[in-house]
């Protein structure tokens, strides 16, 4: 009789067609975040199939739900998304062509992290069964990881408060269970009310909303000098009036402050909340500041990863055919030798020159970065606070490539991307059986993340009465 590992290798390898019809499906729905009515339903009733047990509309979000096999502990969970990204729509092609102008794609190849961990769950659950092994295996749907967090919103609601640890996949350029963290993040529109007038007839009887966006704006470029190294701010006006002879009554800035602690964060939120105020004094408008999420910074965990890199290696990465090697090919074309290098700089990953004339990550690398900050946000940053939680990577595309660019998008469509698919699915399945099989593991995990986190406590940076922004994309 096959070991628990084998069956769930095997099952994935005999239902390879499958896995791949359903994340070209995603990929083709590119439904956005808290829409992603299709993607999810697909990938719950494709483990409702298998014997979960789902529970749909999780947190206030309709697209979100857990799926459930087993019980009894230990209790691990594997999270999947499913959002795409606004305006990247893009065709299986190595050059820049969109499928449908200004639609969304999938440039986070959120296609495959959906499918990756349902196909790991499905696969572990064959194994759990069939080798008698105790415990409960959960599956989370976990909706707009791109702008709404809404692993946040779950966590809030105690979703993962019976997990030992949780574990989940991401596409990347490169075959990765880093130590790295993240930057925390609050995202934030700042609405402006003026009143309007004749812009050349009466500009005196005029209160400019556009003005207020502005002067915050320029307020807030002169504390770029007073916020540490790592912080980030970035905004986008996203009204700023009709047409030059009214003097604008309304207007509207979204802003995303990010830092590597919350406290670092808080302290320039704060600031930039009074320079708001300061705009609306100066131009005697009225100004709302409308929090939109937040999220944490990353807890990295050792143990895990460690035990993601061992799985990996012993399964070790694909092999490529032709067509594969030649859509590459034409891919890492389009991406310049400056790009690449800079992409690859900032990954800090040791002897990251050696990859620079590399198409293909052909490593797996032991984990690397600890003390290090990624200067992105995510969502599973939050889950990191409540249990063991890492997100590794599989070379999902050509190396350099960046994320959300059509260049993510055709590459997680095709080959390159479905043999990432794989061999995720197969690496976080594996990963699954150890954890529930030996309690070593979750012990030493949940041990390193209660040194790490060194007794500072997690508060919710959503307030206890924030709604995820259902009608968000009505207009
Ligand atoms: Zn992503």
């Known amino acids: 009789m096959s070991s628990p590992k084998e069956s769930a290798l095997a099952w994935i390898s005999n239902n390879n067609e499958r896995l791949i019809e359903i994340s070209n499906k995603i990929w083709e729905f590119a439904e956005l975040g808290l829409i992603e009515f299709k993607s999810s339903a697909l990938l719950a009733d494709e483990l409702k199939k298998h014997g979960f047990r789902v529970k749909r509309g999780i947190a206030g979000m309709p697209t979100a739900f857990v799926a459930t096999w087993g019980e009894g502990k230990p209790t691990v969970g594997i999270m999947g998304e499913y959002d795409a990204l606004p305006g990247l729509s893009q065709k299986k092609v190595p050059r820049k062509e969109p499928l449908e102008p200004d639609k969304p794609g999938h440039g986070c190849g959120h296609n495959i992290h959906g499918t990756s961990g349902m196909a790991a769950a499905i696969a572990t659950k064959i194994a759990i069964e069939q080798a008698n092994i105790k415990g409960t295996l959960k599956f989370f749907g976990t909706p707009a990881e791109e702008n709404f967090s809404g692993k946040v919103f779950m966590v809030r609601d105690g979703c ?88 604008p009554s309304y207007a509207r800035s979204w802003y995303y402050v990010r830092a590597p602690e919350r406290h670092d964060l808080e302290f320039i939120y704060d600031w930039i909340l009074d320079i708001a105020k300061g705009a609306a004094t100066m131009t005697r408008t009225e100004v709302k500041a409308e929090f939109m999420e937040g999220t944490y910074n990353v807890i990295p965990n050792r143990t895990i990863a460690e035990l993601i890199i061992k799985n990996m290696s012993e399964i070790g990465l694909p092999e490529y055919n032709k067509e594969d090697l030649e859509f590459a090919e034409e891919i890492a074309k389009t991406i310049t030798r400056e790009t690449k290098i800079a992409q690859l700089r900032k990954t800090k990953r040791p002897g990251w020159e050696t990859l620079v004339d590399k198409l293909i990550d052909e490593e797996i690398p032991r984990p690397w970065g600890e003390g ?46 479905h043999k990432s698919l794989l061999l995720a699915a197969k690496v976080m399945a594996t990963t699954a059986v150890d954890l529930l099989t030996n309690e070593g593991f979750l012990k030493k995990a949940q041990e390193e993340q209660r040194q790490r986190l060194a007794d500072r406590a997690y508060e919710s940076p959503i307030p206890p009465d924030h709604k995820p922004p259902l009608d968000i994309w009505k207009g």
């Open 372 to 417: 290090e900050t990624m200067h992105g946000s995510t969502d599973v940053a939050d889950v990191s606070w409540q249990v063991p939680a890492v997100e590794f990577g599989t070379a999902t595309w050509v190396l350099g490539t960046p994320a959300h660019s059509w260049q993510a998008v055709a590459q997680s469509g095709v080959g390159l991307g």
């Open 160 to 247: 993962f408060s019976d997990v030992d640890a949780v574990i989940s996949h991401h596409p990347d350029d490169m075959n990765c269970a880093d130590l790295r963290s993240s930057l925390a993040v609050n995202s934030v529109k700042f609405h402006f009310y003026g009143k309007a007038s004749h812009a050349g007839g009466s500009p005196e009887q005029g209160r400019s909303a556009l003005d207020a966006v502005e002067l915050m704006n320029t307020g807030v470029n002169y504390l770029r000098e007073h916020v540490i190294q790592d912080a980030r701010i970035h905004y986008v006006i996203e009204k700023g009036g009709d047409q030059p002879n009214i003097v």
